[in-house]
């Protein structure tokens, strides 16, 4: 009597963690406005440039706990940049006039090329001016992030650059999580403190 082997059926392989379908650290994105494409495909384009610079400048790229100001935070960048003599924390209030807030933004920007830290969350329309326009300098910047870390975290665009630069040193109080929530009062309040911390230590 003639028979044939019956097929076997692979069986489907397990996840590691009930319920978890994706990877940890995966990040999916939704294209909804023009250009978003196109700045994805140069993204991926440029992913070997950065992965080149990364392994030049790894020490920047890791992430590490330190321990400041009495704490433990989570860090990613030039953590020399907190032993530097000047630290000077950015926090301009909303309700400057325009002529305040360019005065201000000037002096600090001053102050980072004579040598100084500029720390902050960089919370305010004003705070973010100061940031964007001592990124596009070079200047030293300690940004306190709102968020931890996910396990597969770097810097991305301008930060990137001037991550591997060494002028940039991110730092955060927070554990990563994957849901993201709205910034609240009491957080930035927690942010702006710690940056006066930083700068008095």
Known sequence: MWSAAVPQVPSE???EQPGLLWEHGYHDRVLSRDGQL???????YDNPRRL???RQ???YFRQKDIAVAGMVLHAMGNS??????RRVAVRLSRHFTHDELQRRCAELLEEARQGAV???PFISPGERLVERLALAEGLPL???MDTGFSPFYKPDGRYFETCAAGTLLLLTPFEFQSQRTALSR?????LNELATKLCLQ
């Open 142 to 144: 300690v940004r306190l």
């Open 80 to 85: 020399r940049l907190l032993q530097l003599p």
């Open 118 to 120: 500029l720390v902050s």
């Open 186 to 190: 009491q957080t930035c309040e927690r």
């Open 38 to 44: 196109q700045a994805l495909i140069d993204y991926i």
């Open 57 to 59: 400048h790894s020490d």
């Open 13 to 15: 392989p397990r996840l």
């Open 52 to 54: 080149l610079i990364k």
